[in-house]
C-alpha cells in the first residue's frame, strides 16, 4: 500500500474514527446513522402526502430515534460510485469526506452545485434547503461528532479509499453479460 494510503489507513481507523460506521469487511456495519446529510430531491412521500422531507429509517419503523438516519453505505470502490450521500448530494468523494468531519456546519454550508443533477423542467430540488425548520431537525439529529483534519490528512483517507477499488470487481468477475432480462444489449 502506498504511503500515502498507509497514513490514510492509520487515519480512517484511528483519529478519524471512520471505523465507528465504516467496519468490516466491506466498511460497513450496515447499521442506519444520522450525519446530518443535505437532503435534494423529491424526498419520500406517499401518494397522499406533499413534502419532500425524508425522514430515513423512521419512515420505516416509525420510531423518532430513527429520524434521518441512513443505511451506511460499503465502501468497496467507493471512488466509482458517485453521486455520494443517501440521495447524492455530493458529486466528489472528497466533498462528502469533508461532510463528515463536521456535519452541522457542512448540512448549513450546503450549496446545492455540489450535486450533479439533470434539468428536469418544475424539478424543485432544493425545498427541503429551504426550509430552516427542517434544515434544524436535520442538524439536531446528528449523531456524528465534528473531527478536526487537515487537508493533507483528508488526502491521505483519500489516497486510503482509492486503495480499496478492486479492478477485478468493477469489471465483474462473472463477466459482463451479453443482454439483460428485458432484451436490451448491454453496452461494452
Known amino acids: 500500500m502506498p504511503s500515502a494510503a498507509e497514513a490514510g489507513r492509520q487515519l480512517f481507523y484511528g483519529k478519524a474514527g471512520c471505523d465507528a460506521c465504516h467496519s468490516g469487511r466491506f466498511q460497513t456495519d450496515q447499521a442506519f446513522h444520522a450525519i446530518a446529510m443535505p437532503q435534494i430531491g ?22 423518532a430515534e430513527d429520524a434521518y438516519r441512513f443505511r451506511t453505505p460499503s465502501l468497496r470502490n467507493v471512488t466509482e460510485t458517485a453521486p455520494y450521500g443517501h440521495d447524492g448530494a455530493y458529486a466528489s ?88 432480462p428485458s432484451g436490451l444489449p448491454v453496452p461494452r
Open 42 to 63: 423529491p424526498g419520500k412521500a406517499a401518494r397522499f402526502e406533499s413534502g419532500f422531507r425524508d425522514e430515513g429509517r423512521q419512515r420505516v419503523t416509525g420510531a
Open 93 to 180: 468523494l472528497e466533498a462528502v469526506v469533508r461532510h463528515h468531519l463536521d456535519p452541522v456546519a457542512a448540512l448549513g454550508a450546503y450549496d446545492l452545485s455540489q450535486a450533479r443533477l439533470p434539468h428536469l423542467p418544475g424539478a424543485r430540488d432544493h425545498m427541503v434547503l429551504a426550509d430552516p425548520p427542517e434544515m434544524a431537525r436535520i442538524a439536531a439529529a446528528s449523531e456524528l461528532a465534528p473531527v478536526a483534519l487537515s487537508d493533507a490528512e483528508v488526502a491521505q483517507i483519500l489516497a486510503f479509499l482509492a486503495a480499496l477499488t478492486d479492478p477485478a470487481g468493477l469489471a465483474g468477475r462473472l463477466g459482463v453479460p451479453g443482454m439483460v
